[in-house]
């Protein structure tokens, strides 16, 4: 079965850091981008960033440049998204996504961040 | 990198068809044949319902279908069920970058 499994979410104060994990099985992992994508309390989907293959294309939405970090690790079949100087508006549900072409065809159940003091 | 620009809601009764447009500009919906639509039920994660205009994934109903002229894509439902009530998403490649649309609460009365 094909899937993906995000955790690391949590509780973290503002200008703090978090470190999400997506675990992906049941497809040749290293031969597709990936993606996060995120979406806050009753608000619309807010796309993030993409990685390629090797990890040597990355892309990101402004609003993160700068401050979020992705990154895999083929071996463990695994995407990473390193979230420092977090905001309250970075409060949200994180989804990985896979990309098949130019669209995301399998999503994770998603992992919550919650920014507060 | 602004949202594209959808429907807050539209609605229909059952059997009927609705459509949801999604409006970019020439630098994502217009410039591109990526545009994507997923479907979200609450509490759950998106579902890939469109691709690249006007694929269906397998196993997504012949119901759905979708369009673009311009800088706006449509979402198409024909037929509609019960269980086609939920959020909407159109979502599109910008160069490098993709941007989501501000999504669309589809009601079947």
């Known amino acids: 079965e094909v899937q993906l499994v995000e955790s690391g979410g949590g509780l973290v104060q503002p200008g703090g850091s978090l470190r999400l994990s997506c675990a992906a099985s049941g497809f040749t992992f290293s031969s597709l981008w990936m993606s996060w994508v995120r979406q806050a309390p009753g608000k619309g989907l807010e796309w993030l960033a993409n990685?390629?293959?090797?990890?040597?294309?990355?892309n990101y939405v402004d609003s993160v440049k700068g401050r979020f970090t992705i990154s895999r690790d083929n071996a463990k079949n695994s995407v990473y998204l390193q979230m420092n100087s977090l905001r309250d508006e970075d409060t949200a549900v994180y989804y990985c996504?896979?990309?098949?072409?130019?669209?995301?065809?399998?999503w994770g159940q998603g992992t919550t961040v919650t920014v507060s003091s | 990198q602004s949202a594209l620009t959808q429907p807050r809601s539209v609605s229909g009764s059952p059997g009927q068809s609705v459509a949801i447009s999604c409006t970019g500009t020439?630098?994502?919906?217009?410039?591109?044949?990526?545009v994507s639509w997923y479907q979200q039920h609450p509490g759950k994660a998106p579902k890939l319902m469109i691709s690249?205009?006007?694929k269906r994934p397998s196993g997504v109903p012949d119901r759905f279908s979708g369009s673009k002229s311009g800088n706006t894509a449509s979402l198409t439902i024909s037929g509609l069920q019960a269980e086609d009530e939920a959020d909407y998403y159109c979502?599109?490649?910008?160069?490098?970058?993709?941007?989501f649309g501000t999504g669309t609460k589809v009601t079947v009365l």
């Open positions: 996504a896979r990309f098949r072409s130019y669209d995301m065809d399998v």
């Open positions: 020439s630098s994502d919906v217009g410039g591109y044949n990526y």
């Open positions: 979502c599109s490649f910008a160069g490098s970058l993709y941007v």
């Open positions: 990685m390629n293959q090797d990890g040597s294309e990355k």
């Open positions: 690249d205009v006007n």
